[in-house]
């Protein structure tokens, strides 16, 4: 393991426990006003970072759901002016710090990573902002702009294949309906239909607060007292996926051209082998090391593969775009299937301690940890989070148990089926537009 690794899994074994010790607050817990919250502070950070995740689907709760509709919820209540205050946006602007508002299948994160002396402004702005959500005419238009932007450029990157991929893998549900958002039916969003969404998804008995970084108890008080609308006692139900009876295979037309495979994997529920199918997607697929990047070459292709943690299932993910995307696809699916063949030992020890050192290496900054509880909190399981209790948590202690045999049968069981596959055909330019 590297020094700067190694650095990083002391910090998230011991860097929060010394301010901990100093104040009863306990890391993990609910406030009064029914906010779950992770406390997790690092004063060898230079920055802190203020998080709020919610469960709720990106297509909004309507029968029809618009894909990117939370994160056009989630920007417009960043951009309108409060009734008393600075729309969030500009004041994380002001204060030097960066708002990043990121929408998933089934959640949307809020993160406003800024300097120490101005977490407690920007907390009590942001849980004011969402708790009690003000929705303006302008902070849609700002939120239009901002979504349909973002649509766009995704729209010429593999997530457009990876939207595609949940299509094919589903019948319904939120993994189904993508997170990618067209023009016309992001512009066709109404106020009344935006604030619904907002009072609904994001109430406090909705929310996961995190704080990393920088930080201290006493940012909490600010929060500890706002209570959530009567009857708010509940976090929002996820939504039921369907799975279609046999894997699909589908040829869209598309800002981006290239093939995607996708496989069903575990639940975050059956922790050993979502620890593994991460493994395996890291093994794989890492940059210049994986199996795959040393298999592909130099070919002018880009390929992409992860494991992606969900309650019920998990999805495996592989995109492959790039001129020589046909010929390298072969490639990828023999290497693929040679997962179910044990590793040599020596083989696997250099792989595990590769992984390893990836995982801390995501948690590098204040936003990666903070990433890292988010996703595993609101997918029900913030106990498995890799960033929970650090190289001696649980996720860790599944990493160590790993062996080569168990890894093969986790390959074969789950990668060894025929994989649902999705074909996009790029547009010429001037036929492209956001979405297709």
Same mark, same amino acid.
């Given at each position: ?16 426990? =010394? ?13 009064? =006003? ?27 709760? +309507?029968?029809?759901?618009?894909? #990117?509709?939370?994160? *056009? ?14 729309? @969030? ?23 406003? *990573?800024?300097?120490? +002396? ?33 649509? @766009?450029l995704r729209s010429f990157a593999p997530d457009a294949i990876e939207d595609a991929l949940g299509a094919a893998l589903f019948a319904g549900g939120p993994l189904h309906d993508g997170t990618i958002g067209t023009r016309e039916a992001l512009a066709d969003a109404k106020l009344d ?26 940012? @909490? ?10 009857? +708010? ?23 981006? =051209?290239?093939? #995607? ?22 093994? *794989? ?11 592909? #070459? ?60 990836? @995982? ?37 202690r599944l990493v160590t148990a790993l062996t080569p045999a168990a890894v093969a049968r986790t390959a074969a069981k789950y990668l060894g089926p025929a994989p649902a596959v999705v074909t996009l055909n790029a547009l010429p330019p001037a036929d492209a537009k956001a979405g297709s």
């Amino acid at each position: 393991m590297g020094s700067r690794a190694a650095i990083i899994a002391a910090l998230l074994v011991c860097g929060g426990a =010394g301010a901990n010790a100093q104040t009863p607050v306990p890391p993990t817990g609910t406030l009064p =006003g029914g906010v779950a919250y992770e406390l997790r502070p690092d004063s060898a950070q230079s920055a802190a970072a203020i998080a709020l995740w919610y469960r709720a689907p990106s297509g909004g709760f +309507d029968a029809t759901p618009t894909p #990117g509709f939370s994160r *056009l919820a989630a920007t417009t209540v960043a951009a309108s002016t409060p009734i008393a205050g600075t729309p @969030l946006s500009a004041l994380v602007d002001r204060f030097g710090g960066r708002l990043v508002i990121e929408a998933y299948p089934d959640s949307v994160a809020i993160t406003a *990573l800024v300097p120490p +002396d101005h977490v407690a402004a920007v907390l009590r702005a942001m849980t004011g902002d969402y708790f009690a959500p003000v929705v303006t005419a302008p902070g849609l238009e700002a939120g239009l702009l901002d979504t349909a932007a973002d649509a @766009l450029l995704r729209s010429f990157a593999p997530d457009a294949i990876e939207d595609a991929l949940g299509a094919a893998l589903f019948a319904g549900g939120p993994l189904h309906d993508g997170t990618i958002g067209t023009r016309e039916a992001l512009a066709d969003a109404k106020l009344d239909r935006v604030r619904a969404f907002a009072e609904r998804a994001f109430r406090p008995a909705n929310a996961i607060l995190i704080l990393t970084g920088n930080v201290d108890s006493s940012a @909490l008080a600010s929060v500890a007292t706002r209570a959530g609308p009567a009857g +708010d006692a509940a976090p929002e139900p996820g939504a039921v996926q369907a799975a279609r009876p046999a894997p699909a295979a589908r040829r869209l037309d598309a800002n981006i =051209g290239g093939t #995607g495979l996708a496989w069903i994997g575990p639940p975050i529920a059956e922790e050993a082998a979502a620890t593994t199918m991460d493994f395996l997607a890291d093994e *794989l697929f890492a940059p210049k090391t994986g199996a795959i990047a040393k298999a592909v #070459g130099n070919r002018k292709a880009t390929v992409t593969g992860k494991f992606v943690t969900y309650r019920d299932p998990g999805i495996f993910l592989v995109t492959i775009s790039g001129d020589d995307a046909a010929a390298v696809r072969p490639i990828v699916e023999r290497t693929i299937a040679d997962a179910a063949k044990p590793l040599l030992p020596a083989a696997f020890a250099a792989a595990r301690a590769a992984f390893v050192y990836h @995982l801390l290496d995501d948690m590098d900054s204040p936003s990666g940890v903070a990433d890292t509880y988010g996703w595993y909190a609101v997918e029900g399981d913030a106990a498995y989070a890799p960033a929970e209790g650090g190289t001696q948590g649980r996720y860790f202690r599944l990493v160590t148990a790993l062996t080569p045999a168990a890894v093969a049968r986790t390959a074969a069981k789950y990668l060894g089926p025929a994989p649902a596959v999705v074909t996009l055909n790029a547009l010429p330019p001037a036929d492209a537009k956001a979405g297709s």
